[in-house]
């Protein structure tokens, strides 16, 4: 059975940096997987941050200037380096994969992923 496992979230105060770790265990990432980043504040709707498939990697219009995502295929492990926070940032953070395919142009849709994380808090005061 394949699980995934957030790791990295904390506070900080805005302008920091963080970086959350997805690692998998149960399978081995390859290039033809999809793993994303997506967060979900209180009150408000999952929303896809970043996704990878070890080939394209996507972003929200949001993030794409401060968050980088990453792939260690040997140490089977999913990066989102995020730079930059600010109090938007605040939230749960969630890795979801989807093993059969490589990321596609819905990679920002949860319905998209079959394997979920429990999930990483972030929090960003100002």
């Known amino acids: 059975q394949v699980h995934l496992l957030e790791s990295g979230g904390g506070s900080v105060q805005a302008g920091e940096s963080l970086r959350l770790s997805c690692a998998a265990s149960?399978?081995?990432?390859?290039?033809?997987?999809?793993v994303a980043w997506f967060r979900q504040a209180p009150g408000k709707e999952r929303e896809g941050v970043a996704a990878a498939d070890g080939t394209m990697k996507y972003y929200d219009h949001s993030v794409a200037d401060r968050f980088i995502i990453s792939q260690d295929n040997a140490r089977n492990t999913v990066y989102l380096q995020m730079n930059g926070l600010n109090s938007e940032d605040t939230a749960m953070y969630y890795c979801?994969?989807?093993?059969?395919?490589?990321?596609?142009?819905?990679?920002?849709?949860?319905?998209?992923?079959?394997?979920w994380g429990q999930g990483t808090q972030v929090t960003v005061s100002s």
């Open positions: 149960g399978h081995t990432f390859v290039n033809n997987n999809c």
């Open positions: 979801a994969a989807d093993l059969s395919s490589r990321c596609v142009a819905g990679w920002a849709s949860s319905s998209m992923y079959s394997l």
